[in-house]
């Protein structure tokens, strides 16, 4: 998995900060008026002040009503969240061109036999109401069909109707029921030039169908809570970072030509302190355990956590101590989406999806880290290009 991680990295690396804008200068005071630029007043740190929560352009009143079903459409979830949102509206936007059924899909994790059912970490019900009206959807497959007998039909990261027509439809008649394997060619959150029908059941799947089980959401909320209480000298605020030891040690994870898809402990401290935040800010790291590594970030900002240290104790031997790591990564990705502040050390996947339902929320502070020069630097210098041209997917999702 790292190394198609890597490969992903190489081809989506941070948009540079130092891009001009498009437009002049009352582009970037229509910026500011919508708050991504105005410091909020509080005692301490550059935080930014949370835009409004988006609504969604779609509607179900959008699609055509469904037809009756034509066979299955199985697939399973993978690599973590920040693929599961990605994989859940490839799948319905092929089962709704295809006016398929689609079946609520297992999770698997990275090594073999580790599998989870969906409902081990998302709302079951939740999901199969929510596309209600837009795909027919099962909890399993009828008994008389096997899996050993689907055929296997590998699909692009946001897929198209046209894809599916000439490449997956046919497929579909000759077999009745497929398995479909998600692929990314690239890692891809731009936003549509041109919305259709498919882009619109992709907004709906991808922002409007997972929901945590409430088990899940019960730890991610005490979490979230214990580091607002440990954050009390910056009125509650904390820092989530995005930084893993073992994907800042593959080697696809630094290129040589000048730009830098990922940033260290000590590079990622020295940021922080540059522009602005001082010694009792609260930062949240999604390192699962703490390494040695990581002490030069503590040294400087002494309140730095990772699960560990604030997860409640009687939570730790099912989501934290188990062998299987699908809770981790999960926890990370629904406590990254709700910090106040964002900062994706490592390029890829997680910081796209992570960004996106963060736009969606209004959490605009998503700081892209850079090599600052000087001895000082204003925050909102480094928002992340997803919000300032607004050229996230969630922007064609949500008005």
Request: hydrophobic share 40%; aromatic share 8%; with cysteine.
């Amino acid at each position: 998995m790292f190394v198609m991680l890597g490969n992903m990295i190489k081809r989506d690396h941070f948009d540079s900060i130092t891009e001009k804008l498009p437009g002049d200068v009352q582009d970037v005071a229509k910026v500011a008026e919508e708050g991504l630029r105005t410091i909020a007043k509080l005692s301490k740190g550059p935080w930014l002040e949370d835009g409004e929560q988006l609504k969604p352009c779609w509607s179900k009143t959008n699609f055509d009503e469904i037809e009756e079903s034509r066979g299955y459409v199985t697939f399973s979830l993978t690599n973590g969240p920040e693929y599961h949102v990605s994989q859940i509206a490839d799948a319905v936007v092929v089962a709704r061109v295809l006016r398929a059924t689609l079946v609520v899909p297992d999770i698997r994790g990275s090594k073999p036999g580790d599998e989870r059912k969906f409902e081990d970490v998302y709302d079951v019900n939740k999901f199969i109401r929510s596309l209600d009206g837009v795909v027919k959807v099962v909890k399993e497959l009828p008994e008389e069909i096997s899996f050993r007998n689907l055929a296997v039909v590998k699909v692009p990261n946001r897929v198209t109707e046209d894809h599916i027509i000439e490449n997956i439809q046919p497929i579909f008649k000759a077999k009745g029921n497929i398995r479909l394997a998600t692929y990314f060619p690239s890692v891809n959150m731009r936003k549509s030039t041109e919305k259709s029908n498919a882009d619109l059941v992709a907004c709906l799947a991808m922002f409007g169908t997972l929901e945590l089980q409430p088990d899940v959401n019960e730890v991610v909320d005490s979490m979230v809570e214990r580091l607002r209480t440990l954050s009390r000298k910056s009125d509650g605020r904390f820092i989530a970072v995005d930084l893993r030891v073992d994907l800042l040690d593959n080697k696809g994870c630094h290129e040589g030509n000048g730009r830098k898809s990922c940033y260290g402990a000590h590079e990622i401290a020295v940021f922080l302190r540059k522009i602005g935040y001082d010694k009792d800010t609260t930062i949240y790291l999604t390192q699962s355990r703490w390494d040695s590594s990581l002490s030069v970030l503590k040294d400087i900002f002494p309140k730095t956590y990772t699960k560990e240290n604030i997860m409640p104790a009687d939570k730790k031997e099912k989501f934290l101590d188990s062998e299987d790591s699908e809770f981790e990564k999960v926890i990370d990705f629904y406590l990254c989406s709700q910090s106040d502040a964002f900062v994706p050390a490592i390029s890829g996947l997680f910081y796209a999806n992570v960004a996106g339902k963060r736009i969606a929320s209004g959490k605009n502070q998503i700081l892209v880290p850079a090599d600052i020069s000087g001895s000082s630097a204003s925050a909102t210098d480094f928002i992340s290009p997803y919000v300032l041209k607004k050229n996230h997917m969630a922007h064609s999702c949500f008005c």
